[in-house]
């Protein structure tokens, strides 16, 4: 029997499953998407200060930003809410912006340090680590002296600290390879998450004990103007560093091989992110806690938006990851109002199914390659 072949297609022409532009590719132009992505974070952070339980009238609190930044008067009778504006509001919302971009810009790193798809800021172990010296204070008071640096400073120590015990025990006369990295990172997180359990369980129970758990879920409810300028210096100088790093990154996520080809040490670049790595995650983690799903997800979804060139990429993912974050703390104030949501708790309620559904697009090609 004679079979019937189907007509010969163009020279170009695509079949019916075909994606309609090469993986990776820019799928987005890159100014109007940071127009919008800027003028949206403007927007959530004045939301982030006007929204909440206690009832301030957005003309009051127009009024109070307004005051603050320029150094106006209020009268004696708006000094409370003046506080809960200025003090809380305003200062948590610019720390929801600044944690979001840090995480997101370090996944992207660390995805591309790795080259593994589900890498994020905390599978080297730093946060972990610095659960450790948070939870030293807050359930044994260790580092009472310094006063309201005393948890910031302690997580962030702590956090170095695991960084130089997973760089040793990583390290090879070979270098850092990306598999090492991954699987010691991996183990010390575990190892660094029982002795953070074991200090839970042998400490007194109540408010110290809470107050553990909603830091190790991730909570911005300690924001202060104190806390704000390190953890924002240290963000930015760690998204500037990237940003100059992009075309490095570009060839060390191509591979060690093709890396070396064009001109990068794939071993000096990789122990360069790892310090820094660890470093804008220390300063993060130390002021929010363990907030996850946030550097997993925003770099996929970013890739998704502009394509994988890492020039792209760093420069729309820390504006992605501080607007969703900053919606996500405003979502943890009021969803069981006047009861505080850990913001971990709900970033990863939203971070299972979205990457679920990214999953199930055939057209994206996790890592971004």
């Known amino acids: 029997m004679a079979t019937t072949l189907p007509p010969p297609r163009a020279p170009g022409a695509a079949g019916p499953s075909a994606p309609s532009r090469p993986p990776g590719a820019p799928r987005l132009r890159l100014p109007p998407l940071l127009a919008v992505l800027t003028a949206a974070l403007l927007v959530s952070v004045l939301c ?42 305003f200062p948590r919302a610019l720390l929801a912006a600044v944690v979001g971009a840090g995480l997101s810009a370090v996944g992207v790193a660390v995805q591309a340090m790795v080259r593994n798809a589900l890498a994020d800021p905390f599978v080297l172990g730093i946060s972990s680590g610095a659960a450790i010296g948070a939870n030293a204070v807050l359930l044994f008071g260790a580092l009472a002296s310094l006063g309201v640096w005393a948890l910031s400073g302690a997580a962030f120590v702590s956090a170095l600290a695991a960084m130089v015990l997973v760089y040793l025990a990583a390290r090879t006369p070979q270098g850092l390879t990306p598999l090492r990295l991954v699987l010691t990172g991996s183990a010390m997180y575990y190892g660094f998450s029982a002795v953070t359990t074991l200090m839970i369980f042998t400490a007194e129970r109540g408010e110290a004990a809470r107050s553990a758990m909603m830091w190790l879920l991730g909570s911005l409810g300690g924001a202060t103007w104190a806390s704000l300028p390190v953890a924002a210096a240290v963000v930015l100088a760690g998204i500037g560093a990237l940003l100059w790093s992009a075309r490095s990154l570009n060839a060390l996520a191509m591979g060690d091989e093709t890396a070396a080809a064009l001109g990068v040490d794939p071993d000096r670049m990789r122990r360069g992110l790892f310090v820094l790595a660890a470093a804008v995650t220390g300063a993060v983690v130390a002021v929010s806690g363990a907030i996850g799903f946030v550097g997993l997800m925003v770099p996929h979804v970013t890739r998704m938006l502009v394509g994988a060139d890492h020039r792209r990429v760093l420069a729309v993912a820390p504006l992605l990851g501080a607007v969703l974050l900053v919606w996500v703390d405003i979502a943890s104030r009021l969803v069981l109002a006047p009861v505080e949501l850990p913001v971990g708790v709900l970033t990863a309620l939203i971070g299972v199914p979205c990457f679920v559904l990214l999953m199930r697009r055939r057209r994206y090609s996790f890592g971004g390659a």
């Open 48 to 89: 982030g200060t006007g929204l909440g339980a206690a009832g301030v009238t957005w003309t009051e609190t127009l009024r109070f930003l307004r005051a603050g930044l320029t150094g106006g008067t209020i009268s004696p009778g708006e000094v409370s809410a003046y506080t809960i504006v200025w003090e809380l509001r």
